[in-house]
Each structure stands twice: as structure tokens, then as C-alpha cells.
């Protein structure tokens, strides 16, 4: 692990505990907890989160991809923000993925992958309603669930995707090397094929990161991310396959973009609002805050803070208008 990885889980840990303190399960949400959704049984775990007052009955469903730069984050520390989100109507999923660089690229694509297809075997018993799927994603996790959002809109990127991994599974020649590079065994025939019953009727990307490259703006960090998140540290197919605007094609689900003022991420959110404008994709383009209030990256995810709420409202409204 880099310093950088290092560092950013120390002080985001740090960030999300203070903001987070004190918080507790609101009374008006009944919540399932630790849910195994694929084969990792320390990592591959989700929670779902309904109104109660919904008892019984099928709801919309949220799927929630949390952010912490591929390297951070897990579902307890997007619980309150998802719970939130659960008592404006919704049935939210809230997943943890395998991190970066324990497990490098595309390990947090396919659980992304794993968890939709856990979504339609159990919409039944979690009253999910799989006409109206909906997702939410911020900064690294905006980039991720772009990523799926392409997997499954995009069958010549998905096939690009099992080619890439099949390289890395051929590549594998001891078992201290699997151990370093933590290739999953799944069966590659199966992976990244998208599911024809998965339908997500819109997403919202929020402060995110839509592509990586070398010289990244002058970040002195970007080799660390590179090499942390990628098994070649960034060569040119790797770039390519991690580029969301890339493999966005018309039937991308319709998208609501986010950002703010104080978001070191702001710039990105005009590169996506042109990729789908260039594709013919609906869009909504909000942007939160002013120069005297620097709401800062990820805002949204603290329900103590009015703009945030007004946020989560936003997206909420912004769902309803494609429910069925």
C-alpha cells in the first residue's frame, strides 16, 4: 500500500467518525444488516433499508456505491446517509466492495456487478421493486457505478472488461502471486455479462471521478492512485477500461450530476454533462453552494447539514419522475 492509500483511509476515517458522531438507526427505518452477497464472506456484505411505514409492500429501490478514492469506505460508513434516503420512500441497498490495492481493479466493478444480481434473487423476500431500480454514487464510487452503469448499456465494453480480466487470470502462475494480485476464481464466463432483468431507470453522480490518466492536474498522488488501483499501474488499456465518458452510449441511464462549490472534483462534472449531451443521454446538471458557503466534496453524505438534505431531496424528486 502506498502512503497515499494510507493516509487517505487514516483522515477520511477521521472525517467520517466526527461527522457521523452521536448518529443513531432512525426510529421510522427497519434495517437488514450484513447480508452476504457474493463469495468474499468479510467483504462482500450489504444492508437493505425500508421505511417501516412501507411494511409489506414493494418499494423503488436505491442502490447505494459508496466513495473513499478506491481504497476507503465501507457500507457502516454510508449508513445514516442511505438510512436517509430510505425514509424519503425507497428500499436502499448499501454495499461494501473489496478495496484497492488488497484488490485491484476490476474487483470493485464486479461486486458492483454481484450486488445487482443479488438485488433480483431476493426482491421478493426484501419487497424490492425491480421495475424501478435506481442508483446513487459519490467521488470514486460515482466512477464505479459509472462504470456499471456502461457494463450494462454497453455490450462491446463489457466484452472488453472479460477479456481484460481473462489476461489477469491467464497471468497467474503461483499461488503467492495470486495472493498478491487477489484475481477472483469466479467463472469468466459468467462475469461482467450483463443481466437483460437489471434495468436502472436513472443514477445520480455525485462530486465524482469519471477518468483516470497519468498527469492528472498536477497531482503529485496520481502514480500512487495508479499503481494502488490498477494491476499495471495505469498502461494504456487500463486507462481506456477505467475512462467512464469512454463507454457511455443513448442508452446510458438518464443521469443527475452534482457538484459544488469547495468540490476539488468540480471539473469533472462538465466533462460528463458533455459526454451525454454529445450522446443524446437525459440529464439534470445541479450545482450546490456559493463562494461564501464551500459546501465541499461529498457534502450530501451528512444528513446534519441542510444543503445536504436539500440534496438528497433533490435526487429523491429526480427519481419519482421515472417511477412506473
Given amino acids: 500500500m502506498s502512503a497515499f492509500s494510507d493516509l487517505t483511509r487514516k483522515s477520511f476515517s477521521a472525517s467520517d467518525k466526527k461527522r457521523d458522531a452521536g448518529l443513531t438507526t432512525p426510529s421510522d427505518v427497519v434495517r437488514f444488516d450484513d447480508i452476504v452477497y457474493g463469495a468474499d464472506e468479510a467483504w462482500n456484505l450489504l444492508d437493505v433499508y425500508r421505511p417501516k411505514v412501507c411494511d409489506g409492500k414493494k418499494l423503488p429501490v436505491i442502490v447505494s456505491v459508496h466513495g473513499g478514492g478506491w481504497v476507503y469506505g465501507d457500507k457502516d460508513v454510508y449508513q445514516y446517509y442511505c438510512m436517509s434516503l430510505a425514509e ?35 426482491a421478493d423476500t ?79 453522480l455525485n462530486c465524482g471521478k469519471y477518468g483516470l490518466v497519468k498527469a492528472d492536474e498536477g497531482n503529485p498522488d496520481t502514480e500512487d492512485i495508479l499503481n494502488d488501483f490498477l494491476v499495471n499501474g495505469g498502461d494504456e488499456e487500463e486507462l481506456k477500461l477505467v475512462n467512464v465518458l469512454e ?14 462549490y469547495g468540490d476539488f472534483l468540480k471539473n469533472e462534472a462538465g466533462r460528463l454533462t458533455k459526454r451525454l449531451e454529445d450522446v443524446g443521454v437525459p440529464f439534470e446538471y445541479h450545482f450546490y453552494g456559493s463562494k461564501d458557503n464551500p459546501l465541499g466534496h461529498v457534502f450530501h453524505c451528512n444528513i446534519r447539514l441542510e444543503e445536504g438534505q436539500s440534496c438528497n431531496d433533490d435526487e429523491c424528486v429526480f427519481f419519482r419522475k421515472f417511477i412506473d
Avoid at 503461483?174 to 459468467?190: G, P
Avoid at 463507454?247 to 459544488?260: G, L, R, V
Fill in 88 to 122: 424519503r420512500g425507497f428500499a436502499v441497498v448499501n454495499f461494501t466492495y473489496r478495496l484497492a490495492p488488497e484488490y485491484k481493479f476490476p474487483a470493485s466493478v464486479e461486486d458492483t456487478d454481484n450486488v445487482f444480481r443479488w438485488i433480483y434473487e431476493n
Fill in 126 to 204: 426484501y419487497g424490492l421493486d425491480m421495475e424501478n431500480v435506481f442508483a446513487v454514487g459519490d467521488s470514486a464510487g460515482a466512477h464505479l457505478l459509472g462504470l456499471y452503469a456502461d457494463l450494462i448499456t454497453n455490450e462491446r465494453y463489457s466484452e472488453s472488461l472479460k477479456e481484460y480480466f481473462t489476461k489477469q487470470y491467464s497471468g497467474i502462475q503461483t499461488e503467492s502471486d495470486r495472493d498478491i494480485r487477489n484475481i477472483d476464481l469466479s467463472d469468466i464466463k459468467t462475469i461482467f455479462t450483463p443481466q437483460d432483468k437489471i434495468k436502472l431507470k436513472a443514477v445520480a
Fill in 247 to 260: 463507454h457511455i452510449t443513448d442508452k446510458f441511464p438518464s443521469t443527475y450530476i452534482m457538484t459544488c
